[in-house]
């Protein structure tokens, strides 16, 4: 009952969210994967661990395909996107946990990152559209 609560809350809040409170969903959303995936990690059980980092993979996959690309920045973030999923796909295979620990740090600094803008958006009186 509370994860069917908690699914509509998520579905209303993604269907009236902004582009710019999107972007921050899919980075928040890297993050507790990620999460998941180092927990599974730190229990020895490397194939459930794999489908929250497919999760991520997808999430990064669809941050590229969104971005505008005439600006340089977008192209800049594209780059770092696919460096990252890439970065997964070779962790699954090494399983060396610092790995995972970058793509989580990338993921935490995202977050942090697109609060910051957002705020500062918000203060000016702009918005974000990503």
């Known amino acids: 009952m509370q994860n069917a609560k908690q699914q509509q809350y998520l579905k209303v809040r993604v269907e009236t969210a902004s582009p710019g409170e999107l ?3 899919l980075y928040q959303e890297m993050v507790k994967l990620l999460l998941q995936a180092k927990q599974l990690y730190s229990q020895s059980q490397y ?4 489908q929250p980092l497919y999760k991520v993979k997808s999430i990064l996959g669809e941050l590229i395909v969104t971005l505008d690309m ?9 780059n770092l996107y696919m ?7 070779e962790f699954i295979i090494r399983k060396d946990e610092s ?3 970058e793509v989580l740090d ?7 990152t697109w ?3 957002m705020l500062s958006l918000k203060i000016n009186g702009g918005q974000i559209n990503a």
């Open 70 to 78: 005439k600006y340089d920045i977008s192209k800049d973030l594209s």
């Open 23 to 25: 972007t921050l969903l």
């Open 99 to 101: 790995m995972l620990n």
């Open 83 to 89: 460096f990252y999923n890439n970065y997964i796909a």
């Open 106 to 112: 990338f993921a935490r600094g995202m977050v942090d």
């Open 115 to 117: 609060k910051q803008a």
């Open 47 to 50: 194939e459930d661990m794999n």
